[in-house]
């Protein structure tokens, strides 16, 4: 992978959300005018049909006319560099359009400037959460009449056309559960990627946070070969790496200090107008939730103290007090709930607010690298975007969170994919995918046979086809 201060420089490639597209700007037809026509204009008076057929169109438009939409090398504004950039250098070094074709040497010695990694073939991946608008629980979920299908048929064409250039090897992408991967990837992508999905939460992994999300890859056919199991095997075989326990429950992540917990309830009471006496925060004192809350988040404590009451009267216990009681999203329990862009987390337990610094650490960004290595334990680096994220204030933060990826899921997710694939040479090989199985396979299969539990049949079933088949020819 790129080194983060090259992603840096990328403008519009976000970690947390949908990328931009640049488009091509030499034709006298302005794409976007063309997708803001197609969008119906007053939504609500228009039939739930026509907007359905509106994107649809939208999409069908976008695939007819990749090869002029999508440009091999795509720029876009840079904040950095204060200029147009190249979204992809390294894949604009392989562009089938360059004015020249630059010889294999060059190609390598431009990944590596760009990288510093001895890396013979750069690995290139896209990465990001699609927009999960239409299909989230807590909006209106107008699925595929929601105004979210625009930006995701974007990305989606775009997946499509810089596979089919060979510019792109990989993507892997997250999203609510509810999104439909097949209609959504699996048959946009059928004739160009392998993809794949599974749908996992943090406390299958052992961290006591809510986030099931249904985290995909697509591999393009033509650089990459799956060498991990069929669809269905894949859940169980992944689980097998990283599946654990749970162990604790969501106080774990409450470590911020009195003076910090009581900052911040300083803070969500200025907002209500209200200052909090200095001597309160001497004297530890508890403040009451009618200074720190709004009114209907307060009556909406009160129900979930009942509702807690009932169900796990001590121990740690989490409401979302922007979400009613036993309705909508609100996901009420011992685990961090599942984060919403406007939530306000209240521990029932250590009776406060929980900070958006502690809800982020929850999600795998490490923001307390001291305070976790007491005595003389190994120490856990901080995570590198910590001053960054310190930076944004509540609401900024609050929005990273509801809209953002569990870390260390997506990083399992991340790490299975390319402990399972292989990147094809075909300048080297004429039929990389002969030799591939030819010398792969043995190791393959004998692996699958000491893990029995690990289904690797089809696998297996493909291998034994191509030896007796297309090896002999
Ligand atoms: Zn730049």
Redesign the pocket.
């Known amino acids: 992978m790129g080194s983060f201060s090259k992603i840096s420089?990328?403008?519009s490639v976000g970690i947390m959300g949908i990328r931009s597209v640049s488009w091509r700007t030499s034709t006298t037809v302005c794409p976007i005018a063309v997708l803001d026509s197609m969008v119906p204009q007053d939504k609500a008076k228009v039939p739930a049909g026509e907007v359905l057929q509106a994107y649809r169109t939208m999409l069908s438009y976008l695939v007819d006319n990749r090869r002029w939409l999508f440009p091999s090398d795509p720029k876009s504004f840079?904040v950095?560099?204060g200029?147009q950039?190249s979204l992809c250098p390294a894949a604009a070094a392989t562009s089938s359009s360059a004015k020249r074709q630059r010889t294999t040497a060059e190609i390598r010695q431009m990944s590596r400037s760009d990288d510093s990694a001895d890396c013979p073939a750069p690995l290139r991946i896209n990465t990001a959460g699609t927009t999960c608008v239409g299909w989230s629980s807590a909006g209106k979920s107008l699925q595929f009449r929601d105004p979210s299908e625009r930006p995701h048929a974007i990305w989606s064409v775009e997946r499509l056309r810089r596979g089919e250039l060979q510019v792109e090897d990989v993507f892997v992408s997250e999203c609510t559960p509810r999104y439909p991967v097949k209609e959504k990837l699996v048959d946009l992508l059928a004739e160009t990627h392998d993809v794949f999905h599974i749908v996992v939460s943090p406390i299958d992994l052992g961290w006591p946070v809510r986030r099931r999300r249904v985290f995909c890859c697509g591999l393009s056919r033509a650089t990459m070969a799956w060498l991990g199991p069929e669809q269905d095997d894949i859940l169980q075989h992944f689980l097998g790496f990283f599946a654990r326990t749970l162990q604790t429950d969501g106080d774990v992540f409450l470590v911020a200090s009195d003076d910090r917990v009581f900052d911040e309830h300083c803070l969500l009471a200025g907002h209500r107008g209200l200052s909090l006496s200095s001597s309160a925060r001497e004297g530890n004192v508890l403040v009451s939730p009618e200074h720190v809350y709004a009114p209907g988040q307060v009556v909406r404590l009160q129900q979930y103290s009942r509702m807690r009451d009932e169900v796990a009267p001590s121990g740690a216990f989490f409401a979302d007090l922007n979400q009613n009681c036993g309705a909508g999203a609100s996901t009420p329990g011992p685990v961090i709930p599942s984060m919403l862009t406007s939530c306000t987390l209240h521990s029932f337990s250590k009776r406060r607010v929980a900070l958006t610094e502690e809800l982020l650490h929850a999600h795998g960004f490490n923001m307390y690298a001291e305070e976790m290595t007491p005595g003389t334990g190994p120490t856990w680096p901080p995570c590198r975007i910590r001053e960054h994220l310190l930076q944004l204030n509540r609401a900024q933060r609050q929005k990273l969170l509801g809209n953002g990826w569990h870390l260390p899921v997506f990083a399992s997710w991340f790490y299975y994919i390319l402990a399972h694939t292989v990147k094809l040479d075909r300048q080297v090989t004429v039929h990389p995918e002969r030799s591939l199985w030819r010398k792969g396979s043995s190791s393959v299969l004998s692996w699958g046979r000491a893990s029995s539990s690990l289904s690797l049949g089809s696998c297996e079933d493909e291998c034994t086809e191509l030896k007796e088949g297309q090896l002999g020819g």
């Open positions: 420089c990328v403008p840079c950095v560099h200029r950039c």
